[in-house]
Each structure stands twice: as C-alpha cells, then as structure tokens.
C-alpha cells in the first residue's frame, strides 16, 4: 500500500518563477492538505482540498493555489516566486468523511528560490 | 501570534532513560492533540493523538498527558531508544474545523547510547 507521494523531491526556481508542486494521496484518502515548513519552524498550514474544491485556507496570499483531481491527487501552485517561499512543501492526506484526527504526510518537495 | 509552543528546541536524555517533551497551546478552541515525530529527508510520521474529553492516552512506549486547565501536553517515552532521535512536533486541531493542524516548532530529542 503505497503511502503519500510528492513530487518533484527538490527543486530550485528563480525569484519571479512559477513552480507547480504534485501530491498523490494514500490510497483510501480523499482529502489533501499543503503545508509549508520553513527552516527551524513548524508546518504551516496552507489550504485543504476536498472533493475537488478548497475547504479551507491558511494565512496565505492568492499567489498560492491549488486544485484536486478526480483520483484525488492534488496540485500546489506558487506565482511570482518570492526568496521566503523557499522552504520545505508538505503534502498531507487523510481518511473520508474527516472523521479521524491523524494524516499522513509525504516526504516533501524542497523548494529553494535564488 | 504562536497558538502551539514547544518552548524547549532540543533534549538529550540516555538510553532507557524516560524523555519527556513538553507542548503548550494558547487557542481554547483547540480540542485534539496529535504528536509527530520527523526524521531528517522525511515526512513527519504519526505517533499518538489525543481528544480533549481525555487526560491520558497510551500506545507502547508513548503516552500523551493533556492538562487543560493549564493548556500543557507532555508525550512520555519510556524506555527511550536510540532510534527516538528525531524532532517532535506537537499539533492540534479543532473538531468540525476541517483537518487543519496548527503545528509547534519542533523539539529534537537525541538519545544517546
């Protein structure tokens, strides 16, 4: 049983880039959540999606977004690449009808901004 | 505005030996507690959760003590083993609120031989 999946495992993007971070969830899961961890931080929560739409955000500005797709797999998109949007992106994923507390989490896609 | 504090950033404890880890929240909305453990070049890993109808919650050798009054949670490791080395993260959620998780900055604990 195939747990989360992230890809790309690390990336390096210019100040200005766009950059498009993919998740597959654990299979059963239908739910996907981002974060984001910045270096000696804890995650931070970036947005939800659930049944193709975003059930909640983070404090996050609009050049963040996202979609799910119909196998549940989700995309995190960043605009206009900033030099403090290098960090670590986390894809979570968690059982149907949200009725558990505990989600797994990915390995992460290390994103570094020069 | 830090809602979820882990005010010790490290903690070194021998082998066999109890370790505690410490979490502190502010948010009196808050009414479940998770604790994750993350190695270096992993996704942080599930450990133990607790709701906050409960005081005390035990898997093995992990056991969450929640103090409401106080809004503190401690995870006890006992014995502790030298492949508990890795960083802790406290995180809590709120019933209803979707799944969102307001995480603390993490403790290391290294357990040495």
């Known amino acids: 049983d195939a747990g989360v999946t992230q890809s790309p495992t690390h990336l390096i993007k210019t100040r200005g880039q766009q950059v498009t971070l993919r998740c597959s969830p654990k299979s059963g899961h239908d739910t996907v959540s981002w974060y984001q961890q910045a270096l000696g931080q804890g995650p931070q929560f970036i947005f939800q999606y659930y049944e193709e739409e975003e059930r909640q955000r983070g404090n996050f500005p609009d050049r963040f977004s996202g979609h799910q797709f119909p196998n549940y797999s989700s995309e995190l998109n960043v605009n206009a690449l900033l030099l403090g949007d290098s960090a670590l992106y986390l894809c979570a994923s968690s059982l149907p009808g949200q009725t558990t507390y505990e989600q797994y989490f990915g390995p992460g896609t290390r994103l570094t901004v020069t | 505005d830090q809602q979820v504090k882990q005010n010790s950033p490290s903690l070194s404890v021998q082998e066999g030996r109890i370790s505690i880890l410490n979490c502190d929240y502010t948010?009196?909305?808050?009414?479940?507690f998770l604790w994750y453990k993350k190695y270096p070049a992993e996704g942080p890993t599930f450990l133990i959760s607790?709701?906050?109808?409960?005081d005390k919650n035990e898997d093995g050798r992990f056991t969450v003590f929640l103090n409401k009054s106080a809004k503190h949670l401690s995870l006890h490791i006992v014995p502790s083993q030298p492949g508990d080395s890795a960083v802790y993260f406290c995180?809590?959620?709120?019933?209803?609120?979707?799944?969102?998780?307001?995480f603390g900055t993490g403790t290391q604990l290294k357990v040495e031989l």
């Open positions: 948010n009196s909305m808050f009414d479940y």
């Open positions: 607790i709701s906050s109808i409960k």
């Open positions: 995180a809590a959620g709120v019933t209803g609120g979707g799944n969102k998780l307001t």
